[in-house]
């Protein structure tokens, strides 16, 4: 233990805990607390939730799961009369009929305090209203004679509003000496500036040095980066830990004049097109870890997708683990079988080729007295795909291993899939990575990987496949522009339709083509229903299609393209007081 006057030790522990896992993740607690001793600290902290691993949705509604996590708090709550450092931890906490998402810190063999979180955001992925009631703005909890605030995630990421607290003025008000956050807080492009920004806000307003502690790992279609900071109350940054990695880092802050300081450890950011290559390789390896696959499986098909697909899946679990099946027909070049073969020997995965003639023909000769005297159209393309997909999926079962799906966010956006057959598999890690990006990510990862990452150095996807112009190989002499505008226009159209939600007028005000824009918006509606019975896949963008998206797949509301009415803001006025009047009277 240090002298209060000095030096107050904190450990924060950014680790990957995993969902439902509660006797795993209070595993975690142990050798974390060990190292924090062995340092010195006073406290020792865990991300948001840690306990039941986050988010946990509707299983934190479970009787038995609150029972669980309480016995594990309480549990790891008596291993703390030791004398080692105290403990905050997250984990759900029921009190007077009430849940709520707390902290408890832990320290002297008991539970010293309790704090709950006072703000639940209830959008994008966030429910929590619907899980939790909201807790009242506490003061500060007390360790080792210091007085430290503990707002959770959403407590810091807005100001006192009608429907807000501000807590962290709460505490400064109420005498807190450093502010502890910890958060739940999943990666997308250009977050770590949006949380930096937060966090400047919040030390600004209260004077205070602030710890935002984040989680790491994969849950489902959400990736934690971790990338936990600190700020001095100078706003200078006072640490910085990496970034989609887990780190135990023991921060030692000194009293000065000014309030409590650090210099820690400064790890660098990674963010950008680096930020959402690792974040598909984190995704892809803890829902294949966490699931308990023994390895993946997918289609190579000597295009840009499924090569940028088995470049992340070495990367997350190793060549040994991944297995790549070249599924050719008629319509398959031989520059395509080539490509193929060399992505597969400088991945280092098993590959194989399963010509699928046999099966497409026997499917055709099935079907041949159902559709005579009709013409041959898209239903012949799409029974290669289903051909393809049905032996994926054999493959799968027979040898345990999941099948990745390779499309990207620009085909789910139009529906440039086939149900049933390219769509077929368990994980997609590029689902929310737009086309454009494939082709940038590619390239890149010839010149980069990330830390940690399993693959090999080096160009790995031929620059062939980045540079030929991208085909589905279902019909002769086919490119992908013979059924879509060119990507960078599709792209850019689908950014402002998707993430923005602009209005069909304001696009075409922006200088696209009008009938460009009404047939893109039209794909990008009827095709929920496929992206409804989509593999789940990495969230990488503000708005994925998923957890962010929610659009009903019934739905006859179709943007006009023209000019929005300015609202009649008197028949509002009026409609008021006739209200008005009627109630009074």
């Known amino acids: 233990m240090t002298e209060r006057a000095e030096e107050f030790v904190i450990t924060l522990a950014q680790l990957n805990p995993t969902v439902g896992d509660v006797a795993g993740n209070a595993a975690k607690v142990r050798p974390a607390r060990e190292k924090a001793r062995a340092e010195g600290a006073d406290l020792l902290v865990f991300p948001e939730l840690f306990i039941t691993g986050y988010p946990p949705e509707d299983l934190v509604l479970k009787p038995a799961f609150q029972s669980a996590c309480r016995a594990a708090i309480e549990s790891l709550a008596r291993e703390t009369a030791d004398g080692g450092p105290a403990v905050l931890i997250g984990s759900p906490w029921v009190e007077d009929g009430k849940l709520y998402n707390a902290f408890a810190l832990l320290d002297e063999g008991r539970i010293v ?34 007085r430290v605030g503990v707002p959770i995630c959403e407590d810091i990421w807005l100001e006192e509003s009608a429907e807000y607290e501000n807590v962290v003025e709460c505490l400064a008000e109420t005498g807190a000496e450093i502010i502890v956050v910890p958060n739940g807080s999943p990666y997308a ?18 004077g205070l040095p602030l710890i935002y502690l984040n989680q790491i790992g994969g849950q489902d279609e959400l990736v934690f980066d971790g990338a936990s900071f600190a700020l001095n109350a100078d706003l200078s940054v006072a640490a910085q830990l990496p970034a989609f990695e887990e780190s135990i880092t023991t921060l030692r802050w000194r009293k000065t004049e000014a309030g409590w300081r650090c210099n820690g450890p400064m790890a660098p950011v990674v963010d950008g097109d680096k930020g959402d290559y690792a974040a598909c390789v984190l995704g892809l390896r803890d829902y294949v870890g966490k699931n308990g696959f023994p390895g993946v499986l997918l289609g190579v098909s000597g295009g840009i997708d499924s ?16 297995r790549g ?10 520059v395509s079988l080539d490509d193929a073969a060399k992505l597969a020997a400088a991945l280092g995965i098993r590959y194989e080729v399963l010509p699928i003639a046999q099966a497409v023909n026997g499917f055709e000769a099935i079907l041949s007295e159902t559709f005579k005297g009709l013409p041959r159209d898209i239903t012949e393309e799409n029974l290669q795909a289903r051909a393809r997909g049905t032996l994926l999926m054999a493959i799968s079962n027979k040898s345990g291993a999941m099948v ?14 086939t149900l049933y057959g390219d769509m077929n598999g368990g994980f997609n890690p590029i689902k929310d990575i737009y086309k454009t990006e494939v082709f940038r990510l590619s390239a890149l990862r010839n010149s980069w ?3 940690g990452a399993l693959g090999p150095s080096g160009e790995v996807i031929p620059v062939n496949i980045i540079t030929r112009p991208p085909t589905a190989e279902l019909r002769e002499n086919q490119t992908d522009q013979d059924s879509l505008p060119p990507y960078e226009v599709l792209d850019a159209i689908l950014e402002r339709l998707v993430e923005r939600e602009e209005p069909l007028a304001s696009i075409i005000a922006a200088g696209f083509d009008r009938d460009v824009v009404m047939r893109i918006d039209r794909l990008l509606n009827i095709a929920e229903y496929k992206r409804r019975q989509a593999a789940p896949g990495v969230k990488v963008t503000e708005k994925n299609f998923g957890r962010d998206r929610r659009y009903p797949i ?18 509002v006025a009026r409609a008021g007081r006739a209200s008005a009047e009627v109630f009074e009277g």
């Open 113 to 146: 305090a309790l704090r709950y979180k006072a703000n639940l955001p209830n959008y994008g992925v966030f429910d929590e209203k619907r899980l939790f009631a909201p807790g009242p703005a506490a003061g500060p909890v007390t360790v080792r004679g210091i």
């Open 189 to 206: 492009r250009d977050k770590n500036d949006v949380r930096l920004s937060v966090a400047v806000a919040r030390v600004t307003e209260s």
């Open 307 to 322: 090569a940028l697909c088995a470049a992340i899946a070495v990367d997350a679990l190793g060549a040994e683990r991944v």
């Open 325 to 334: 099946v070249m599924l050719p027909f008629r319509y398959t070049a031989q």
């Open 404 to 417: 990745v799906t390779t499309g990207n966010k620009s085909e789910m956006s139009v529906g440039y899939a």
């Open 449 to 451: 990987k990330p830390e």
């Open 554 to 571: 019934t739905n006859r509301f179709r943007d006009k393209g023209e000019a929005l009415p300015e609202p009649d803001e008197k028949l």
